[in-house]
Nanobody
Framework: VQLQASGGGLVQAGGSLRLSCAAS????????MGWFRQAPGKEREFVAT????????YYADSVKGRFTISRDNAKNTVYLRMNSLKPEDTAVYYC????????????????WGQGTQVTVSS
């Protein structure tokens, strides 16, 4: 499956953004989907993951209550709604697909999008 992330940009602290990740292929619903992020000089960090049907989600503590992951299997798209953004949320955000659900480890994800930059100004 090929993934294409979009929706990043520059936003002030406290603002919101919605990231999208469009998948190609007919097997999108066979994959759990995740979002990761990587800030300059830091390792890639887990953000959120969602199960194949969207019935289960799991978040990093740093974004819990502010970010919401969702998916639309009819549109082959996964979303990340980000509210109450903070400067420390600044990073390149990546979507990824995994055959298993629930992992926060990037090594468990098989396919990756190209990333979209999110910059939060203070």
């Amino acid at each position: 499956v090929q993934l294409q992330a979009s929706g990043g940009g520059l936003v002030q602290a406290g603002g919101s953004l919605r990231l999208s990740c469009a998948a190609s292929g007919r097997t999108f619903s066979s994959y759990a989907m995740g979002w990761f992020r990587q800030a300059p000089g830091k390792e890639r960090e887990f953000v959120a993951t969602i199960s194949w049907t969207g019935g289960s989600t799991y978040y990093a503590d740093s974004v819990k209550g502010r970010f919401t992951i969702s998916r639309d299997n009819a549109k082959n798209t996964v979303y990340l709604r980000m509210n109450s953004l903070k400067p420390e949320d600044t990073a390149v955000y990546y979507c990824a697909a995994s055959v298993t659900y629930g992992s926060s480890l990037y090594v468990d994800y098989d396919y990756w999008g190209q990333g979209t930059q999110v910059t939060v100004s203070s």
